[in-house]
């Protein structure tokens, strides 16, 4: 793909819908839009690559019920049981170093665990959802909101003996599960685990498990909505292939372009900031400008914003 000329994004990017997109993508932004018609839908992004390139690169709709704040290229997004495969990730990790072992007893590592018939139950067993702890009855809404006290309840649940060793979907309690044997062997909760094991490796933001910290640069809020403006459409912003490699934060909380330098980083910043291809800036003295590479694009926020 060469890039998306104006005549082709104005043709695949339907009213309302902001970003980029390669004509041919079409439909695909069509469909997508249709699933906000209005404020009460909320909103969305949509991003598909295509051989490890951007082709598609799209938001729209609200990011509140009320239908007052629109929704932004960095507005973050519950992604409810993606959370299973973090974690389970995570516990891939902890054994790719011999710390756990899949035909292990979870008991082994979580001795808590093991009452009420539960200490056959296999690390293997409980990430296939074959341990028979799909249900689990009697929890408050306070004891919801408590991780540390929902491991315990598990571990001393009793085991479903109808349910044990089929496959039975823990739509609720695998979280927990995985939490539970993680902090058994590490020591770290979830939330500390996916930051240091998947987000920090990877170098990204976007991924936290729980609200994430006041100091993170890609999920913020928005300081003023009233003085707030979505980033429309414009003829700079556009899918272009291949993209330079850039990591995580070409130029992040910088207050002026970066200048100097040939490394594909400095490169990518200089492009993108300087030139504008995907980026609005509003350089004074009250803002600054936060370039995140997931479209390697800059957005704007006070100094003051918290997650």
């Known amino acids: 793909m060469t890039g998306v000329n104006n005549r082709e994004r104005s043709a695949t990017l339907p009213h309302g819908i902001q970003g980029a997109a390669d004509a041919s993508f079409a439909c695909t932004v069509r469909a997508f839009s249709q699933l906000f018609p209005g404020r009460r839908f909320g909103g969305g992004a949509l991003a598909v690559y295509l051989h490890g390139e951007p082709v598609v690169d799209v938001w729209t709709g609200y990011a509140d019920r009320r239908g007052t704040e629109y929704w932004t290229a960095d507005t973050g997004a519950m992604v409810w049981s993606v959370t299973k495969g973090m974690a389970s990730t995570v516990i891939h990790r902890l054994a790719d170093r011999g710390l756990i072992d899949y035909d292990t007893p979870v008991a082994e590592y979580w001795p808590e665990f093991g009452a009420n018939g539960k200490a056959e139950i296999t690390v293997r067993d409980a990430m296939r959802h074959r341990a028979g702890l799909s249900q689990l009855n009697g929890v408050s809404k306070?004891?919801?909101?408590?991780?540390?006290?929902?491991?315990?309840?598990?571990?001393?649940?009793?085991?479903?003996?109808?349910?044990?060793?089929?496959?039975?979907?823990?739509?609720?309690?695998?979280?927990?599960?995985?939490?539970?044997?993680?902090?058994?062997?590490?020591?770290?909760?979830?939330?500390?685990?996916?930051?240091?094991?998947?987000?920090?490796?990877?170098?990204?933001?976007?991924?936290?498990?729980?609200?994430?910290?006041?100091?993170?640069?890609?999920?913020?809020?928005?300081?003023?909505?009233?003085?707030?403006?979505?980033?429309?459409?414009?003829?700079?912003?556009?899918?272009t292939s291949p993209l330079a490699p850039c990591n995580v934060y070409t130029c992040a909380a910088t207050r002026s372009c970066p200048s100097g330098g040939n490394s594909a980083n400095q490169r990518c910043a200089r492009r993108n900031c300087v030139e504008g291809r995907e980026a609005s800036w509003k350089m004074n003295e009250e803002v600054t400008a936060i370039c995140v590479s997931s479209a390697t694009r800059c957005r704007n926020a006070s100094p003051g914003c918290r997650a």
């Open 142 to 239: 306070a004891e919801l909101l408590d991780h540390q006290a929902m491991e315990s309840r598990l571990a001393a649940a009793s085991v479903n003996k109808v349910l044990y060793g089929k496959p039975a979907y823990h739509a609720l309690t695998y979280g927990w599960l995985m939490s539970g044997l993680a902090r058994a062997v590490t020591g770290k909760g979830m939330r500390v685990l996916i930051r240091e094991e998947l987000a920090g490796p990877l170098n990204t933001d976007g991924l936290h498990l729980g609200r994430p910290p006041a100091d993170s640069l890609c999920s913020f809020t928005r300081p003023d909505s009233t003085a707030y403006q979505p980033w429309t459409s414009s003829p700079e912003r556009s899918i």
